[in-house]
């Protein structure tokens, strides 16, 4: 438990990367910006979710809090799984620029109620 905070910092931090990323990611794939396609662009947001996850289960563990046992933390985990694939569809596997911008916005709606959950969970779930 030394290290709880800590570790809640980090996965807050890395949360808030991986959303300013998406969308910066998300801009330079709408505007055809040749810095999407720089090696370190792709490469950073697998290690900043790394990080995120990492960090997630830490939490999970030390708190006795898994997903699925608690509602809110089992909905946060399909509401990712939901993100990663809208993401995946607006940055990389749509077909049209109409199917990308939805599931860009299904995706920021993913992680907006994701980030809902995490602030609001005490009010909801208490």
């Known amino acids: 438990m030394e290290y709880y ?11 808030i990367l991986s959303l300013f990323g998406f969308c910066i990611r998300a801009w330079w794939m709408f505007s055809s ?3 999407l396609n720089r090696k370190i ?5 697998h290690i900043n979710d ?3 996850l990492s960090a997630a289960i830490y939490l999970s563990v030390m708190s006795e809090m898994y997903p699925f ?4 933390l089992g ?3 399909l509401l990712l799984i939901g993100y990663i694939v809208a993401g995946t ?3 990389k596997k749509g077909k049209t620029r109409e199917t990308r911008i939805i599931a860009f916005w299904v995706a920021l709606a993913c992680v907006g109620t994701i980030f809902y959950l995490a602030l609001a969970r005490p009010l909801i779930f208490a």
Request: proline residues 3%; aromatic residues 4%.
């Open 89 to 91: 569809v607006a940055l």
């Open 5 to 15: 905070l800590m570790v809640k910092d980090i996965h807050i931090t890395t949360a």
């Open 69 to 72: 046992a608690e509602g809110w």
């Open 50 to 52: 790394t990080a995120l």
């Open 33 to 35: 910006n040749d810095l």
């Open 41 to 45: 662009v792709k490469i950073a947001p």
């Open 75 to 77: 909905a946060k985990v």
